[in-house]
């Protein structure tokens, strides 16, 4: 017998563990959720210049039909209205409304015509919806990411070295302006001096810039390693690396910062390395 | 003192007028003893040994009837006699030994000399620094012998002539044998060790057997097996990395091995935390012998330790130009996080493969990683020599975070997240505009084959004609493929839609979308297919 109670979804959704992709990661055994509401977002999406965004859904469900909601912010959080190359969308739209069948999917293509538009997009949905963002930037190439889910801390492989500089794009998830600080760390885990940063963010509003405007005045020639991204609230994001040669495009998924719980003798060792 | 039965005689010597003075009829019987060859001062236990008696009539008169007897309190195993004697043997004691009784009926000329030969197997010692000592033979004969201590070992009251002392070596040859009930274990599991062994000699003895745990496991249950448990059994390490059982020697003063096989049942902890990879517990065999096992005096059972957390990349490889890098992160904000990653070629095997990073040296199948907080790892496979292309695994202590990017000169980079495991999974596919998309597909079955389906579908979710296919992957094994080769049958122009993967065993799975122009190179993750409680309302 099944008995499904409303109240503990979220909850329980929040419990299991979070693979990078945003989905309950499935180990040996298959997982059991109750979704009350599905939420992913993709911190980097836009159109227009040549540029295009493919936001393609999937429903992993062979029973039941997925619908939602996908809806386009600007830079400053506001409804971003743009247009979309696919059939039956007429006009600049904000949000789009989708039904999917067990097993099939959804491309939206924005258009590449027009004058940039660049933003955020955020996918609601009743049940479990697979997203993935493809960008196509002409003569650069074509690069796809998962959608992302809230965190409120993650951690990114970041390099600027060989031409090729990775960027963030973080989009604010919280109710309210958030601040994401941004700390860069070496592969050993030592914190880069002066690599300390931190962005502003609006409701709803998303930055998206490379780790050398990030960490201004740092000179990160040649540099690799990690930043970790933090905040007091949600937030999803994005890594994305651009190069100086044809195809030197792609974006990288961040890892959502482990959920800690704080021993005594951790918190001791804490407050003496705060105290030094 | 003169003997009364000679009174005769001397009336007779005194009745026809001799001279010379009275003399009594008497043999200095002379016993030597020692072993064949002379002089062996060591030998094993259990091995045989000679010894030779002998019994010289060093006059002055003949000696009658000779008798030699001799405790042989080994092992008898055969005695050779000089000619003329007659020999009976008694049982003496418990177990093998003898008292061996000759005689040479009759006289024994002077100067001439009567031996017995014995041999003797010698009784497995229990302990060293035990000596085989053979001092209780004793030569007599009818004839009045003046002086008895040349007849007599020391062994045998009054008697003078030295032992034979002969230093045994104690030596086991132990059969030792561990299994466990697992190849493979993960965080808080339990093993179960059965180790066996078994006494075949020559020597008894007490014997401790160690059972030494993987650093961090520990001792949970220690059990003998009822039915051959002795009362003397004890065992000790509950708790601890090591388990210890001292199992008490058996009938060690008799001629004979401890041969009843025993056995000792160990249940081990694994602990919630550990550097994944191979471990090793050492099962060890001691006793109070003198000299060590003939053979194998230990057994080491290896077991695979998989830590909590896997990612996996079902597309990894290097050469011809084409070069991967593995970037590794770890999320935790205080603990490091250590693992190994592996790496498998296309039937699942392990491969081998070069990197250019300097901590890495030569090709590997494998690489042990720890992260510091808030840390990460770059690994970068060689681009040079021949293409090497498979699949890579991480097993780690703790979450870390996964990412590839490929590098194909000319076409560009192209990075993608690490993959869960999973039994079903739905990825978005296409094939326009010189695009097409690519799966890779590994299987994470640890043993035996698999089978993956795959169905092709539009994006309304119809499966398209054609659009079913089928991979059979070995364990391990991966496989990557273009649509358009997966589903030859279907009309694939200008397609856009989905493929569902699914199959009863786990596999990992990642796209791939590759075109006709520069930069267009992609991977995208696919979405596993999740097992959901239904809503009450659906």
Known sequence: MLKIRRVLPLLLLLALPVAPDGLAQDQDQPRLGVIEQFERHFAQFGGGAGFSSDIVLTNPS??????????????????????????????????????????????????????????????????????????????????????????????????????????????????????????????????????????????????????????????????????????????????????????????????????????????????????? | MIRKAYFPSILLMLVLGWAAPLQAQEADLVLTKDTIPPEITSMLAGGLIQYRVEITNNGPSPATDVTLVDEVAQIFVSQNVSPGASCTQMPLGVGFAREVTCTWNGPTAVGETRFVEFTARACGGSSCNSFLVADAARASSATFDPNNSNNRQTGVMGGMVPAVETEIFTQSEWELDVGADTASVRANDQVTYTITFDNLGPSSTEVTVTHALPSGWTVNDIDLPGAIQDPGDVCMGIGTETAICTFPIQGPFICAAFSSPDAMVVVADVPPLF???????????????????????????????????????????????????????????????????????????????????????????????????????????????????????????????????????????????????????????????????????????????????????????????????????????????????????????????????????????TALELGDDPGEFTTLPVTPVVTMVVLKSK
Do not use: W, Y
């Not at chain 1, 933003?119 to 609601?124: F, T």
């Open chain 1, 62 to 276: 062979n029973f039941f039909s997925a619908t939602g909601t996908i809806s386009f912010f600007d830079a400053n959080g506001q409804a971003l209205e743009i247009e979309l190359a696919d059939d039956g969308m007429e006009g600049p739209v904000s949000s789009v409304n989708f039904e999917i069948q067990p097993g099939g999917g959804l491309r939206l293509r924005t258009d590449s015509a027009g004058p940039l538009s660049l933003g955020s997009a955020s996918l609601s949905s009743g049940s479990i919806v697979g997203g993935v963002v493809r960008f196509r930037i002409p003569g650069v190439g074509i690069a796809g990411v998962p959608a992302a889910p809230s965190v409120e801390g993650a951690i990114a492989p970041v390099r600027q070295q060989d031409g090729i500089r990775t960027g963030l794009a973080i989009r604010n998830l919280s109710e309210g302006n958030l601040v994401v600080t941004l700390t860069l760390f070496t592969f050993e885990g030592v914190e880069v001096a002066g690599g300390i940063a931190a962005q502003a963010l609006q409701l709803n509003a998303r930055s998206a810039s490379f780790i050398d405007e990030i960490f201004d005045p740092l000179d990160l020639e040649g540099f690799e390693g990690v930043v970790v991204l933090e905040a007091e609230g949600p937030f999803a994001a994005t890594a994305l690396e651009l190069g100086d040669d044809t195809g030197e495009f792609t974006t990288l998924p961040v890892t959502p910062l482990e959920n800690v719980i704080l021993l005594e003798s951790q918190i001791k060792a804490l407050a003496n390395q705060i105290e030094k």
């Open chain 2, 275 to 509: 550097v994944p990879g191979q471990v090793r517990a050492v099962t060890s065999i001691e006793s109070s012998n003198c000299l060590e096992d003939l053979g194998e005096t230990e057994v080491n059972t290896l077991a695979t330790q998989l830590g909590p957390f896997d990612v996996h990349f079902a597309q990894f490889g290097g050469g011809e130009g084409f070069s991967s890098d593995i970037v590794l992160t770890n999320p935790a904000l205080f603990d490091s996080v250590s693992g190994v990653l592996s790496f498998f070629g296309p039937n699942g095997d392990p491969l081998e493969i070069d990197f250019v990073d300097d901590n890495v040296m030569g090709p590997v199948s494998s690489h042990e990683f720890t992260l510091p907080p808030q840390g990460g790892l770059r690994l970068r496979t060689q681009s040079d020599g021949p293409l090497a292309i498979g699949s890579a695994s991480v097993n780690a202590s703790n979450e870390v975070g996964g990412v590839i990017r490929f590098r194909i000169p000319g076409v560009g980079i192209a990075g993608v997240g690490s993959s869960p495991l999973v039994h079903g999974a739905i990825a978005p596919v296409r094939q326009q505009e010189g695009v097409r998309t690519g799966l890779a597909i590994r299987s994470l079955l640890a043993e035996g084959n698999s089978v993956v389906t795959l169905s092709l579908r539009g994006f309304d979710g119809v499966e398209v004609p054609g659009g079913v296919a089928a991979i059979a992957l070995q364990s391990n094994a991966r496989t990557s493929r273009f649509i358009d080769e997966l589903f030859q049958s279907a009309d694939l122009t200008d397609f856009e839609g989905v493929v569902v993967l699914e199959s009863g065993a786990p596999f990992t799975a």
